[in-house]
């Protein structure tokens, strides 16, 4: 079963890779989203993350239900709240039979959750805030 989460607390990646440990799946792909300090010419200070919890939530489900129903196990956990450098922001996983499924997957989770589910960044650079991408 799936594990999805939103949440003010630190991710622990290596509790998040444990869910995905199964001797049915040969191939586990982990993306892990960290805040960076340069885009292009733009230097970050910080991000504060905000969602609007029940529908982004119930996007997630929407997102990986039909993985799960192909014999996958989907984990994604998004942290809220104030972030600083190297802090982690996404942890998207996926262990499938093979590789090709878990890499496949998830490219697609991290790619529809950045487009689809109700979770906004606000980004403090050094000379302006910013919000989205």
């Known amino acids: 079963m799936y594990y999805l989460n939103i949440s003010d607390s630190p991710i622990d990646v290596n509790a998040l890779y444990q869910k995905l440990k199964d001797p049915q799946y040969g191939g586990i792909v982990t993306f892990i989203g960290t805040v960076r300090q340069w885009t ?13 919890h029940p529908m982004a939530e119930r996007q997630l489900e929407k ?46 989770l991290i790619d529809t959750l950045k487009k689809d589910v109700p979770i906004w960044k606000k980004e403090t650079d050094t000379d302006a805030v910013r919000w989205g991408d």
């Open 40 to 52: 292009g010419n733009i230097e970050t200070r910080f991000i504060d993350y905000s969602a609007y």
């Open 63 to 108: 997102l990986a239900a039909p993985i799960e129903a192909q014999g996958a196990r989907v984990v994604i956990e998004h942290r809220t709240g104030h972030l600083e450098l190297t802090d982690e922001a996404v942890f998207v996983g996926v262990a499938a039979a093979h590789r090709g499924d878990a890499f496949r997957w998830c490219e697609y």
